[in-house]
């Protein structure tokens, strides 16, 4: 019987299982100084584009970063950080992360496909067992800091990665300021709340945008939602990040935005969060 019971994606595409007996997740995980796990109750917050500054935050102040992707059918991950198109290999005994021009180390179901459109049709089990894999059998190394981007919701993927690392640094969690979005998000602070998960703070995104030529704050999502719901819940609140036309061209160029754009009022608010999250450690 193959010790993941069935559940691993060898299984899957071979129907046989190369999950070693000995569990290779807490030597994995003890080779990581800090984990932060990015959650969002609601989709369209841009949970992936800070997920994937942040990392780059870190380790622009000279830390040794790694981003698990563990949205399975819709990652954005690498696409974001400019390795999107790449394979994983593997060197024997561990998958080898790809690795971005600033050194973060990416994983995703993005890098094992044979063809970016492919879509994976996988249920709950298989998700979980791949998710395991992705931490205990890739060649992750020495981090300073793993940061971890989950699909949004509160469902088998943001399940599976809290129950393997319950003693992470915390879940960072996004929100855009409007009513409609902080209702949804706050499941996610009962769901932390529920698997004894500690919560690092409350991200608000897309929180007002200042015209470039006139200079004039517009707050098109209004403004201070996540604030008040960190105030709400008892929660940190780690910063807000304006709405910028250049995070979304960094984005889809694969470019990194805060050190592309160093001296821009976003890049500074997210530099201002990923000190925030230093402390913590």
């Not at 003693?167 to 529920?194: E, H, R, Y």
């Amino acid at each position: 019987m193959a010790d993941c019971n069935g559940n691993c994606s060898a299984c899957a595409s071979k129907g046989t299982c190369s999950t070693p007996k000995e569990d290779p997740v807490k030597p994995t995980l003890a080779k990581i100084g800090h984990i932060f796990i990015v959650l969002s109750g609601k989709g369209g917050v841009g949970k992936s584009t800070v997920t994937a500054n942040i990392a780059l935050g870190l380790a622009a102040r000279g830390q040794r970063v790694g981003v698990l992707d563990i949205d399975v059918h819709g990652p954005s991950i690498p696409k974001i950080l400019g390795v999107q198109g790449e394979r994983a290999m593997g060197d024997g005994e561990k998958l080898i992360p790809s690795e971005t021009a600033s050194g973060v180390k990416v994983m995703s179901t993005a890098l094992i496909l044979e063809k970016p459109d492919d879509p994976i049709v996988w249920r709950g089990p298989l998700k979980a067992g791949v998710i395991k894999q992705f931490i205990g059998e890739v060649a992750w190394g020495e981090l300073d800091y793993l940061v971890v981007d989950c699909p949004p919701g509160t469902g088998d993927e943001p399940l599976s990665i809290c129950q393997l690392i319950p003693d992470a640094d915390g879940a960072v969690i996004v929100t855009t300021p409007q009513q409609i979005s902080t209702l949804d998000v706050s499941k996610s602070i009962s769901f932390c709340n529920q698997l004894g998960m500690r919560i690092a703070g409350i991200v608000e995104n897309m929180s007002g945008f200042t015209c470039p030529h006139c200079g004039e704050f517009t707050p098109i999502f209004r403004t201070g939602g996540g604030e008040k719901l960190a105030k709400d819940y008892g929660l940190p609140f780690l910063g807000k990040l304006p709405i910028a036309t250049e995070i979304g061209e960094a984005g889809d160029a694969g470019e990194p935005f805060v050190t592309k754009y160093p001296e821009s009022p976003a890049a500074k608010a997210f530099l201002a969060i990923v000190d925030n999250l230093m402390s913590i450690g």
